[in-house]
């Protein structure tokens, strides 16, 4: 009986591990019908003079011009041998010319699934606007974004940048390295999980709260039934 | 994924520091009238590097920084020292900002008040729980408060607080230029402790107010529905949310710090100067700085100024020095009426004007102004007269230091 509760759950142990291998691959596995590029490779925005072009190669699975802005689905940048999918991008750049360095919007991990970031360096004080696409329909609120600055201080929102209530940032008039991101602030409400968990931390807490105050009466009672108790 | 400068190092390194500092404080500190005073001073020093350590250590645990590479606002909000994710922090009640501490602590009044509003229908909370129930969310961090004042009282006022410090700081510049404190009358005195009852009120029910759509389905102030068509979460419903935050003195101190350590543009701190005065999240106002100014001219003339009507201290007190909480409370401030004189001198240096220690005849002394410092206890001449104990245990107490030492060297101008 023994071995067979043994046997079973090294199969569990086996198809557990083959299931997060199969996370692990299925980003490739989606990149496979993907278009390449490579650092050359402009898209311009002739309305609004402006371009992007990225600092790596990787690929995409569609990138379309519409309304100035460029959409692109399933970014990946093949930087330090790593081909992770990305994310989805939608950006317009007016009046300058930028070269996008790192982009990540996390529309899989349930942990951080509000985070997205994107790293560029911009020629000329024109203006970008950028959707991260994090997942999420809400409209988040300023205080989660950053725009960080070559020197790498994150300026104040109002200074130089502002968020739109679709979550589109606007950053205008910078030059040189910026760095805008979303920080994960979770938003699943947990309802999927048992009770128990859903209320972990306020249960935790009146489990020490009733500890707390039981042990004290316990201990102010002795002292008073003996005034010299302790010293 | 461990980082050079992993919590896993900064924590353990820190509190052996500490440990070791402590030990070489009561061991090598031979003036007894300084000696609570020097350890004082050196723990609240160490407790502003535990509340802002989270500007100190690189994200944790957090691959997807990896590719961007660490910067100073992935310290803000990446870090966190217990290696969970603590979204909101874990309250104290002690003056400390959300985001300066890498989201290991927070400031329970600004907890308070986000929760009613604009967060009482908002999932946000600890790790796996993002409670989307303000009344929750709320009983947690009144829970917090409690089993935190139960056990150790007001001494977070005397020992922890970072605006504590800042008061207490300013003490030392006033003495070191040979000018000496006022003190308001014990009946003003009284009357200040209970007013911060009053101030945590009206703040908490503008918070309701600002909070009445989430809460009971009625728009009472224009603009403050969130997300809504007119205020939304990033423009006017931030502009009046936390409604203490606005006002508060610690939080252009705890955004200097920032600053100054590479973590935030000078810009919010210039901001005030040009910009409106209502600035969203956690921006300085321009009242912020005006409280700090008047609350810093009132500590270099009354010691310990603010924390007199401080809401913060007012919880604190309300958790450790009324009934019901009184009874249980472990940390306590005693007096051994057969060794007290009467001289008065447990009265004149305390920082808060608490009188209970001198006016009371004898047993648990601590009072709602009580800061549990134990400044009376170190500078009684009087052996056993004065106490601090822990569950009945006798932490620090009085000792008889005028036989033995020069008693014109003691400087009671405090």
């Keep these: ?231 | 994924m461990v980082t050079e400068n992993s919590p896993y190092i900064v924590v353990p390194l820190f509190a052996l520091i500490v440990a070791v500092s402590i030990i070489l404080i009561l061991k090598l500190s031979k003036d007894k009238t300084r000696k609570i005073s020097t350890l004082r001073l050196f723990i609240q020093i160490a407790a502003v590097f535990a509340v802002f350590m989270g500007l100190l250590i690189g994200p944790f645990n957090v691959e997807i920084f990896a590719p961007l590479g660490p910067s100073p606002r992935d310290n803000l909000l990446g870090a966190n020292i217990l290696g969970n994710q603590f979204p909101d922090g874990i309250s104290v009640p002690f003056l400390a900002c959300y985001y300066p501490n890498g989201r290991t602590v927070t400031c329970a009044i600004w907890q308070l008040q986000a929760y009613i509003f604009p967060f009482w229908d908002y999932p946000r909370g600890y790790q796996v729980n993002y409670s989307t129930s303000g009344l929750e969310k709320l009983a947690i961090v009144l829970g917090s408060l409690i089993v935190a004042c139960v056990v150790l009282g007001r001494s977070f006022c005397g020992w922890l607080c970072p605006f504590g410090l800042y008061q207490d700081l300013l003490t030392r510049v006033r003495k070191a230029t040979r000018l000496r404190h006022l003190n308001v009358s014990d009946k003003t005195n009284k009357k200040l402790i209970q007013s911060s009852f009053v101030i945590i009120a009206v703040f908490m029910l503008l918070s309701v107010i600002f909070g009445s759509y989430a809460i009971f389905g009625t728009e009472i102030v224009p603009g403050t529905i969130p997300g809504g068509p007119e205020g939304t979460e990033a423009g006017i419903v931030s502009n009046i949310n936390e409604p203490f935050c606005l006002v508060c003195p610690a939080r252009p101190l705890c955004i200097a710090v920032e600053c100054a350590i590479g973590a935030m543009d000078w810009s919010y701190v210039s901001q005030i100067v040009y910009g409106p005065l209502w600035i969203s999240g956690f921006y300085l106002t321009s009242i912020n700085v005006a409280v700090l100014i008047i609350v810093t001219i009132l500590a270099l003339t009354y010691r310990r100024a603010w924390c007199r009507i401080c809401p913060m201290g007012g919880l604190g007190a309300l958790f450790s020095a009324y009934r019901p909480f009184r009874h249980i409370a472990l940390t306590k401030l005693e007096k051994n009426e057969a060794k007290c004189t009467k001289c008065g001198v447990c009265k004149r240096v305390c920082p808060t004007q608490a009188t209970d220690m001198y006016e009371k005849k004898g047993g648990d002394v601590t009072e709602s102004r009580c800061i549990l410092c134990a400044r009376c206890v170190e500078i009684c001449p009087y052996g056993d007269a004065l106490k601090i104990t822990f569950a009945g245990k006798t932490l620090a107490k009085s000792r008889n230091w005028l036989e033995k030492s020069d008693s014109s060297s003691i400087k009671l101008n405090d």
């Design chain 1, 1 to 231: 009986m023994k071995a067979r509760e043994a046997k079973l759950f090294k199969l569990r142990i086996v198809a557990v591990t083959v299931g997060f291998m199969f996370l692990f691959l299925y980003p490739s596995a989606q990149a496979q019908n993907a278009t390449p590029f490579t650092p050359n490779d402009k898209f311009i925005i002739p309305q609004l003079n402006g371009s992007l072009n990225f600092a790596f190669n990787g690929t995409y699975t569609s990138a379309a011009l519409q309304n100035d802005t460029w959409f692109f689905t399933d970014l990946t940048l093949n930087r330090n041998n790593s081909s992770l999918r990305l994310g989805n991008l939608d950006i317009s750049v007016k009046d300058s010319n930028i070269t996008i360095f790192t982009f990540y919007s996390d529309r899989l991990s349930a942990q951080f699934n509000r985070f997205g970031s994107i790293r560029y360096f911009a020629e000329g004080a024109g203006t970008q606007t950028i959707n991260l696409n994090i997942n999420t329909t809400d409209q988040t609120h300023s205080s989660e974004w950053g725009v960080i600055n070559p020197a790498g201080v994150f300026l104040a929102e109002g200074k130089d940048w502002q968020l739109l209530p679709d979550n589109t940032v606007i950053v205008y008039g910078r030059t040189g390295n910026v760095t805008v991101s979303h920080y994960g602030f979770g938003v699943d409400s947990g309802s999927t999980l048992p009770f128990y968990m859903q209320h972990s931390v306020a249960l935790g807490l009146l489990a020490v709260l009733a500890v707390t105050v039981a042990a004290a009466t316990i201990i102010r009672f002795n002292i008073r039934r003996n005034p010299l108790h302790g010293n």
